[in-house]
């Protein structure tokens, strides 16, 4: 068995097969005990990792599509189909629970926002949301239109009553982490927020240093995978949902730089 993994467009009716070497290829949804899971980019890598295990322990084949945490959600409602979606941060479950597709969840750790400037911190940026009014920093930000990190960069700039500021200086305003974290490596920004875990990654190490902010002012935020109720697959899905919070699946997370103090969800 081999694990899919795809690209999610805002709206997209068929999942696309990215391969570096073809163009990419319109496949079905998972059929049987399959499993399609819709997971936002900052935690792709331990969700493959997790599901290529388990695909070896229970002989089935999982699909993992990725994409800004809204425009999954938006392509799994207009699909109807699938079977789990793990967004960067619990606002999209919140802004989406009374449309009655969003089920159980499982609590598998936390994503937390810090600032990421480049390696060996050349312009001296200190861990502090003012540095990026600063008028020598040129500055990337998130989307809060696509994804969770530009959701939560937005709240908590609001919050700390810069974004306005903030947003009007930035130089690109990016659908997700990943997108972020290669124009911090190709040098397209002196600073930015992401996902703090996104700065441990083995490609973004050797390129960026991670500046952590309190959790007063950044505060940890659970990673929630989420069983979608049109699932045809529930009983595999919870299996997946369990394997995923126990012992090898958090010490996956660990390993990709997650808080993994994880709480169950409902």
């Not at 980019?41 to 089935?60: G, H, S």
Request: with cysteine.
């Amino acid at each position: 068995m081999s694990i899919r993994s795809c690209c999610i467009r805002p709206l997209l009716l068929l999942l696309l097969l990215v391969s570096a070497q073809a163009p990419a290829t319109v496949f079905a949804a998972p059929s049987g005990n399959n499993l399609l899971i819709y997971c936002g980019i900052t935690m792709v890598r331990p969700v493959t990792d997790i599901a290529r295990l388990f695909e070896k322990q229970e002989k089935i084949s999982i699909a993992v599509a990725q994409g800004g945490s809204e425009d999954l959600y938006q392509s799994a409602k207009k699909s109807q189909q699938g079977d789990l979606y793990l967004p960067g941060e619990p606002v999209f479950r919140i802004r989406h629970q009374s449309e009655g597709l969003l089920g159980e969840y499982r609590g598998l750790g936390f994503n937390q926002m810090a600032l990421m400037v480049q390696k060996g911190n050349p312009k001296k940026v200190k861990p502090d949301l003012k540095e990026l009014l600063r008028k020598d920093l040129s500055v990337v930000l998130g989307s809060s239109e696509s994804g969770s990190v530009g959701v939560e960069a937005r709240r908590i700039l609001t919050q700390a009553g810069l974004y306005p500021k903030v947003a009007a200086k930035v130089v690109q305003m990016l659908p997700d982490s990943r997108s972020i974290m290669a124009a911090m490596r190709r040098g397209d920004a002196d600073v930015t927020m992401s996902w703090r875990a996104t700065g441990y990654f083995p490609d973004n190490a050797a390129s960026v240093d991670v500046l952590d902010l309190p959790p007063a002012v950044a505060p940890p935020q659970e990673l929630q995978l989420t069983l979608l109720t049109f699932s045809k697959n529930p009983v595999m899905a919870r299996k997946f949902m369990a394997f995923a919070a126990g012992p090898q699946g958090q010490a996956i997370f660990r390993r990709y730089g997650f808080i993994t103090a994880v709480k169950s969800g409902q």
